[in-house]
């Protein structure tokens, strides 16, 4: 049996997700990658870069370090898997990850939306494979979708809820009659959203994921700071009571459309109709639809955060990578 | 430029359709193989078998032929695309050009249900793909999604509307207060429905798909003739009626459930919540939700028919095998 040896960097609350999978679902990763390849082969955690190795944590001692430099100096570690968050030694890690000849799987969209091509660059040089399904939505497969199942298409528009913090807010709103603040305390008090929910409901979130898609479906780089944005924060009772008697709903939309030429970008709360697909997506959930000249529409929806969903994300990349190694 | 040669066999709704998208996406998928392998690679249509050679076809000449035999034997061609339907010749093509050392793709959803395995057997067998993204809910990549975005998860159960025929009617029915007839005769006028509809609204259609995805879902083989089904010609406005008073929908469904161990495969019309995420998708539109442990809830929604869509899938496939030979 081959082993495929990775290294997690950070082990909060996506990176136990992970650790948590690929403990539980070893065997039936050992299956499919069999089915895929005919190759015997296992995932295996090898070492997992943690801040503070006196903590405690639930696992094997021998596994963690506090040394990013264990995991680049170990050549049978071939997937380096950044869940550290934040821009850096996030981006660091990555870069010299790639130098090291080691694929990279990340959920960081802030580094991708802002490195502006940088990770997909080193990676190409390196011959290595960078992949962040996770980045955008969780466990909606909106990447893989757009890079391979909408293959044969030129895309015209991305419209989607990408942030489950405030798509909870609206929908508390919407259907509790609840004011942004008390629907925002709700949120916090749930653990939807941070004490600090800035990012979440000034719409950075949403910008940093819409901005990565919208490379993806249209190839172009994107200026984050020219992107028109609006948050959700001067949304009242009345505009809610509005929205609603003319048969609407407010949604907070992040969207990336082709327009002579031009990729124009938003995020903002919409007034949708309350028949369109997005209108009834409720509560923490996300959901992404996709205009193109073949396919049509396609819209996809699921948990656009939390552990184990978005660890769900991760695997699905370490398994595509462990499969083509 | 290394090109990756292919064989199409049929020219009708959907055969054309890959033809057109090959032409027009042309430059397109030669550089998203690039940016995906690093490989400069273009796909050529070298051959396409039809019935009957002096048909006018708006195709080059010199591409078609009506004899098997001439794709058979041509070791240029490295996949073959079957997109004749029915059970033969479509399943000796299938097993031919895989012993002939050919990736075999398909959109033939009554064989891959109906064959027990044996296609995928003989591809492995003869170390060539195998892929029918086409054959399930069209443009939805369902299965994609389960082989790879849901690999690291335990499915519990699908549930999808992947008969977009029925689909319509019951649309029909419910928003316009059509009788069962008169939607019928509307959905046949559209080229929505055959002139003889029963394998869409007697099941037979939804049952062969939601057996395709249950294998793959669960890893069992289903014996079709045991799967309890039902059809919608019973459905009357009455009974439409009933359930919006209730606020429900009735769609028809197809549904694998993994139950104590075992596999509950059904295909019925069903009443469910007008806040349910499959009640609000109307028309001919196909969509499938799945349930799994990690990743919860997922759901995806597209053209479940048509040329272009359809097409669209089977090029996504294409796109697949030509990036990895």
Chains 1, 2 share one sequence.
Do not use: W
Not at 118 to 127: G, P, Q, R, S, T
Not at 155 to 160: L, N, Q, T, Y
Not at 216 to 244: C, M, P, V, W, Y
């Amino acid at each position: 049996m081959e082993k495929i040896q990775i290294a997690v960097l950070g082990l909060g609350t996506v990176g136990s997700g992970v650790k948590n999978i690929l403990q539980e679902k070893k065997e039936l990763l050992k299956e499919r990658i069999f089915q895929k390849t005919g190759l015997e082969r296992e995932i295996e955690i090898k070492k997992i870069l943690i801040r503070d190795i006196n903590k405690v944590y639930d696992v094997d001692k021998e596994l963690l370090t506090e040394d990013f430099e264990d995991i680049l100096n170990d050549d049978d570690i071939k997937i380096v898997v950044e869940l550290i968050g934040g821009n850096q030694p996030a981006t660091d890690y990555m870069i010299k990850a790639m130098k090291a000849n080691k694929n990279v799987i990340t959920a960081n969209k802030l580094v991708i939306a802002k490195s502006n091509g940088l990770l997909e660059k080193v990676a190409k040089e390196n011959d290595v494979r960078f992949m962040y399904e996770a980045s955008v939505a969780g466990t909606v497969p909106v990447i893989k979708v757009i890079n391979d199942s909408l293959v044969g298409n030129s895309i015209s528009k991305i419209s989607g809820i990408v942030n489950g913090t405030t798509n909870y807010i609206l929908s508390k709103m919407t259907n509790e009659n609840k004011s942004f603040e008390e629907a925002l305390k709700s949120a916090q008090d749930l653990g939807f959203a941070e004490s600090d929910p800035s990012s979440d409901i000034d719409g950075d979130d949403s910008l940093y994921k819409i901005a990565i898609l919208s490379k993806l479906a249209f190839s172009t780089e994107i200026d984050l700071e020219k992107i028109s944005k609006q948050g959700i924060r001067h949304i009242t009772k009345t505009d809610i009571e509005n929205a609603k008697n003319s048969n609407k709903r407010i949604k907070f939309l992040a969207q990336a459309e082709k327009k002579e030429g031009k990729v124009v970008i938003s995020v903002s709360p919409v007034e949708i109709d309350s028949k369109h697909p997005l209108a009834n997506v409720e509560g923490a959930m996300n959901a992404v639809c996709i205009s193109c000249d073949n396919a049509g529409e396609i819209m996809l929806q699921g948990a656009g955060a939390g552990s184990r969903p978005t660890a769900s994300a991760v695997v699905s990349d370490i398994f595509s990578v462990a499969s083509k190694l």
